[in-house]
């Protein structure tokens, strides 16, 4: 990632870390998520947890019965509690939605990872296997599935959707750096969708200019073997404009000539196909099998009765 989006991810998690949940239940719940942390996370989490852990009055948060964090009492329990015997437990089926989020918010800040790099959006958890799989479960349930898989003995749950990882930043309560995340991402599909609009235009007119060169050559080398001369009404009709107009599409020869599109293509088509078999018949294009030929009106675009090499 470059330096910004470095600094954009930063800016998120601690936005998100200095969240202070207004329930009891749900601050027990975020402290309940932030075990385990990466040993590299482990000093910030701690802060967290040891903020979490008092409430306005400064008594400590105790896990009771109607709590849906199991165990001892949280007071000042931190990543360590990850490998004690009374390590805080979410229990997830019995927690109301507000809880579940300081869940998932505590499990981002000590387990998950946001990049950014070369404008794709990758968000991850780093996870025990059984958590992992747990974790999906639990992830579908807010309508944001994800997928996990095995990586060096450990589970790992990924997000590569930019709408779902946008969607999941907001319900843990991004708002500043997330805007800022949306912004950027709004400004790259922008850039992206001019960049197709371009090279799409770049291509049509290289193709076009190709075809106008193919073109202007035939009705030279027809002119110059005096069969342009021979050529129907409408197919000279069609080659003077050509010349006298070398980048105009189709439409805008039919336009100022007044006949239909297709007609203005197939005069050219065909001037193209007799100069390169000369010996092709004026005024009559291949139908069938053999030598049959059928006349063509080129002035209406449509095949006459007449055929050529039939008994």
Not at 56 to 73: F, H, K, M, N, W
Not at 91 to 103: I, L
Not at 264 to 271: F, N, S
Request: charged fraction near 30%; proline fraction near 4%; glycine fraction near 8%.
């Amino acid at each position: 990632m470059t330096t910004a989006e470095r600094d954009l991810v930063a800016s998120l998690r601690v936005e998100l870390a200095a969240i202070d949940p207004p329930r009891k239940c749900c601050r027990a719940a975020e402290l309940a998520g932030l075990v385990g942390a990466f040993e590299r996370r482990r000093r910030t989490v701690t802060r967290v947890a040891l903020r979490l852990s008092r409430v306005r009055s400064g008594e400590a948060i105790d896990a009771t019965a109607d709590s849906p964090v199991g165990g001892s009492s949280l007071s000042g329990a931190g990543p360590a509690a990850s490998t004690s015997a009374g390590r805080p437990q979410f229990e997830w089926s019995r927690a109301a939605e507000h809880c579940r989020v300081s869940y998932l918010r505590g499990r981002f800040l000590a387990h998950g990872s946001l990049s950014l790099a070369s404008g794709r959006t990758h968000l991850e958890f780093v996870l025990p296997p059984d958590e992992a799989r747990r974790l999906c479960e639990q992830l579908g349930q807010f309508e944001m599935p994800a997928r996990w898989r095995h990586r060096r003995g450990r589970g790992v749950v990924t997000w590569k959707s930019v709408e779902t990882v946008v969607t999941f930043l907001k319900i843990l309560g991004g708002s500043s750096a997330l805007l800022e995340l949306e912004s950027r991402q709004v400004s790259r599909s922008v850039r992206g969708d001019l960049n197709r609009v371009i090279n799409a235009e770049s291509a049509n007119l290289g193709r076009a200019v190709a075809a106008s060169a193919r073109q202007l050559e035939a009705i030279g080398a027809l002119e110059a073997g005096g069969r342009l001369a021979e050529q129907p009404y409408t197919i000279r009709l069609v080659a003077d404009a050509r010349r006298e107009e070398p980048e105009a599409t189709f439409t805008d020869l039919a336009e100022r000539l007044s006949l239909h599109r297709s007609t203005v293509q197939r005069a050219l088509e065909r001037i193209e196909r007799l100069a390169i078999h000369p010996d092709e018949r004026a005024g009559t294009r291949r139908v069938g099998r053999g030598n049959r030929r059928r006349s063509h009106d080129w002035a209406t675009g449509r095949p006459g009765d007449r055929t050529f090499g039939a008994k």
